[in-house]
């Protein structure tokens, strides 16, 4: 079988520039909350949308990408004045953004590539995307530097990639989408966004005095060191659609009741990543799932148009003896259990751990860190040119390697199953590991059902 070569493709970029807001904005400066910056979030966090050429749509086809972005960005910069700041820290690592309307990183550029080149199906990790974002010198320290930065690439087809890169203190997955929604209805001729941003992040901060009246194992204080070899890691991505969820549907005990699909997902993972990195049976390992406040609470804590980081992420613990040794349902039970223990007073007592325990970063080793995107939106940003064939992240893994963040992205196979695609990182022979087990919950193998309930010997594959 032939081996496909890579995908290689130039990229000539213009000169980066600084975007300002189009009219007069406040100087003045505002606090982030507490949730906002802990350690775990003063990293940049990257986003790629493809976008094809919309033959029916004349007006349209008349446009320049570059230029009609360029000019919106500038208008919704008004409203969203604060991203043209800079961050500033102060006093117990304290931050606040000075809004000097300084302005946002914007690159143009064009590129001798064809949306249709990147795969029949548009999914992460995806190449070069160090030319179509490119790393402006002296632009990602987390203060004093640019706190957007936006990259447009007009591709030979007639389509174009939008590319950005935001610092994660300032928004997360569900502000990020709210501040490009706006930017993509001022980009179709909107004078203002349908749903304007609200700041109030002291509604996030810790309590005075500040008291952790929760258990926060994300935050354990334990040495984060991991004994594997790093060498040699392996990105790699994994459908699941609904045949996958219906074989591990019938690995649920009846006394677990009703289970989301993500649920189901995220235990079943969760076992494979961990036999395949076949760790000490007596080691700790955790699960952590981020929970978005914005849905968790009736009556909400936060008010519409609320764009700062707004979620936890609550871990449970177990060992991999246990975790791998007993049946699917103990995985799925823990779990369940994630979402169950994030009430308001869990997210008032993260915040007011920050402030006593000096921001700590959440622990990664040996921990599967998970985010789920399938209803963040960003498919849905339009520019103008209609949805994008792919919005999210650029690799599935962000920050750490094998111990970074890992998406759940809403995905379409090229049989047109609508499903989640998953990309993780982890060294080669684990990834041989992993996929073994994957394959096997694939090819919907009935004694796969059979093995994954039964107890199993930690160095075995199913």
Same mark, same amino acid.
């Given at each position: 079988? *032939?081996?496909?070569?890579?995908?290689?493709?130039?990229?000539?970029?213009?000169?980066?520039?600084? &975007?300002?807001?189009?009219?007069?904005?406040?100087?003045?400066?505002?606090?982030?909350?507490?949730?906002?910056?802990?350690?775990?979030?003063?990293?940049? #966090?990257?986003?790629?949308?493809?976008?094809?050429?919309?033959?029916?749509?004349?007006?349209?086809?008349?446009?320049?990408?570059?230029?009609?972005?360029?000019?919106?960005?500038?208008?919704?910069?008004?409203?969203?004045?604060?991203?043209?700041?800079?961050?500033?820290?102060?006093?117990?690592?304290?931050?606040?953004? *000075?809004?000097?309307?300084?302005?946002? #990183?914007? !690159?143009?550029?064009?590129?001798?590539?064809?949306?249709?080149?990147?795969?029949?199906?548009?999914? /992460?990790?995806?190449? =070069?995307?160090?030319?179509?974002?490119?790393?402006?010198?002296?632009?990602?320290?987390?203060?004093?530097? /640019?706190?957007?930065? &936006?990259?447009?690439?007009?591709?030979? =087809?007639?389509?174009? #990639?939008?590319?950005?890169? &935001?610092?994660?203190?300032?928004?997360?997955?569900?502000?990020?989408?709210?501040?490009?929604?706006?930017?993509?209805?001022?980009?179709?001729?909107?004078?203002?966004?349908?749903?304007?941003?609200?700041?109030?992040?002291?509604?996030?901060?810790?309590?005075?005095?500040?008291?952790?009246?929760?258990?926060?194992?994300?935050?354990?204080?334990?040495?984060?060191? $991991?004994? #594997?070899?790093?060498?040699? &890691?392996?990105?790699?991505?994994?459908?699941?659609?609904?045949?996958? $969820?219906?074989?591990?549907?019938?690995?649920?005990? /009846?006394?677990?009741?009703?289970? +989301?699909?993500?649920?189901?997902?995220?235990?079943?993972?969760?076992?494979?990543?961990?036999? +395949?990195?076949?760790?000490?049976?007596?080691?700790?390992?955790?699960? +952590?799932?981020?929970?978005?406040?914005?849905? @968790?609470?009736?009556?909400?804590?936060?008010? @519409?148009?609320?764009?700062?980081?707004?979620?936890?992420?609550?871990?449970?613990?177990?060992?991999?003896? @246990?975790?791998? *040794?007993?049946?699917?349902?103990?995985?799925?039970?823990? !779990?369940?259990?994630?979402?169950?223990?994030?009430?308001?007073?869990?997210?008032?007592?993260?915040?007011?751990?920050?402030?006593?325990?000096?921001?700590?970063?959440?622990?990664?080793?040996?921990?599967?860190?998970?985010?789920?995107?399938?209803?963040?939106?960003?498919?849905?940003?339009?520019?103008?040119?209609?949805?994008?064939?792919?919005?999210?992240?650029?690799?599935?893994?962000?920050?750490?390697?094998?111990?970074?963040?890992?998406?759940?992205?809403?995905?379409?196979?090229?049989?047109?199953?609508?499903?989640?695609?998953?990309?993780?990182?982890?060294?080669?022979?684990?990834?041989?590991?992993?996929?073994?087990? $994957?394959?096997?919950?694939?090819?919907?193998?009935?004694?796969?059902?059979?093995?994954?309930?039964?107890?199993?010997?930690?160095?075995?594959?199913?």
């Amino acid at each position: 079988m *032939e081996t496909q070569q890579p995908l290689v493709f130039a990229v000539n970029r213009r000169s980066p520039e600084l &975007i300002t807001p189009a009219k007069p904005t406040p100087h003045e400066y505002k606090f982030l909350s507490d949730i906002d910056d802990q350690d775990g979030f003063r990293l940049q #966090i990257s986003n790629i949308q493809f976008y094809r050429k919309k033959n029916d749509l004349i007006d349209v086809r008349k446009k320049d990408p570059v230029k009609v972005i360029r000019e919106a960005l500038s208008k919704t910069l008004v409203f969203y004045y604060p991203l043209a700041g800079r961050l500033r820290e102060g006093a117990a690592r304290k931050l606040a953004v *000075e809004c000097t309307g300084e302005g946002v #990183i914007f !690159v143009e550029a064009d590129a001798d590539v064809t949306v249709d080149q990147f795969g029949d199906t548009l999914e /992460p990790p995806f190449p =070069c995307f160090e030319e179509l974002l490119f790393q402006v010198p002296h632009s990602s320290g987390i203060t004093d530097s /640019p706190l957007v930065h &936006i990259q447009v690439t007009r591709l030979k =087809c007639g389509g174009f #990639i939008f590319a950005s890169r &935001i610092n994660h203190t300032m928004c997360d997955a569900s502000g990020l989408v709210q501040f490009l929604t706006a930017l993509g209805e001022i980009a179709r001729g909107a004078s203002a966004p349908s749903v304007f941003p609200v700041w109030q992040r002291e509604l996030l901060n810790a309590r005075d005095p500040p008291r952790v009246t929760c258990t926060h194992h994300q935050f354990d204080e334990l040495d984060d060191f $991991i004994n #594997i070899n790093l060498d040699n &890691i392996v990105n790699r991505s994994f459908f699941f659609g609904p045949s996958e $969820i219906r074989v591990l549907r019938q690995l649920v005990p /009846p006394h677990l009741g009703k289970c +989301s699909s993500l649920e189901l997902l995220t235990a079943f993972l969760w076992r494979c990543r961990t036999r +395949s990195l076949q760790l000490d049976p007596q080691e700790e390992v955790r699960v +952590s799932y981020h929970v978005n406040a914005r849905t @968790k609470f009736n009556p909400p804590i936060l008010p @519409k148009g609320y764009y700062g980081n707004a979620f936890v992420n609550p871990a449970v613990v177990t060992t991999v003896g @246990k975790l791998c *040794e007993n049946p699917f349902g103990y995985a799925l039970e823990l !779990v369940k259990k994630i979402k169950e223990d994030v009430t308001e007073e869990y997210m008032r007592s993260v915040a007011d751990l920050m402030v006593l325990k000096g921001r700590p970063l959440f622990r990664l080793a040996r921990t599967f860190n998970v985010s789920d995107l399938t209803h963040a939106g960003f498919e849905d940003i339009d520019f103008g040119w209609g949805r994008a064939d792919y919005g999210g992240p650029p690799t599935g893994v962000i920050g750490y390697g094998i111990c970074g963040m890992c998406f759940y992205i809403p995905h379409k196979n090229r049989k047109g199953e609508t499903g989640i695609v998953m990309a993780l990182s982890l060294p080669a022979i684990a990834m041989e590991n992993f996929a073994v087990e $994957i394959d096997c919950l694939v090819k919907n193998n009935r004694q796969f059902v059979m093995v994954a309930n039964a107890s199993l010997p930690i160095q075995s594959a199913l």
